[in-house]
Nanobody
């Protein structure tokens, strides 16, 4: 089992920045990748970014956040981060940390609210 705990959400004005953190515990040695998803009210959960635990820490981003968000990791702390710059009101959502031990994400955090005001 893997447990994930997000932090760092809050209220920010458009154009501002936030950094989200996700601390993993449990059987973290089995993790292949960690990532971030988000879900706005009335919408489906969508992919934001992912980073591999190994293989050079390769990353991938949704087109909507590319160039503004940066995902990074600290394997020694079993923690991943999401640096969010140039935030837009459409970025408002609950952000979820996720972890994969296979080819699909199977562990999820409780979510942290990000609200971007105009």
């Amino acid at each position: 089992q893997v447990q994930l705990l997000e932090s760092g959400g809050g209220l920010v004005q458009a154009g501002g920045s936030l950094r989200l953190s996700c601390a993993a515990s449990g059987r973290t040695f089995s993790l292949r990748a960690m990532g971030w998803f988000r879900q706005a009210p009335g919408k489906e959960r969508e992919f934001v970014a992912t980073i591999s635990r190994w293989s050079g820490g390769s990353t991938d981003y949704a087109d909507s956040v590319k160039g503004r968000f940066t995902i990074s990791r600290d394997n020694a702390k079993n923690t991943v981060y999401l640096q969010m710059n140039s935030l837009k009101p459409e970025d408002t959502a609950v952000y979820y940390c996720a972890a994969a031990v296979s080819r699909e994400y199977s562990y999820w955090g409780q979510g942290t609210q990000v609200t971007v005001s105009s």
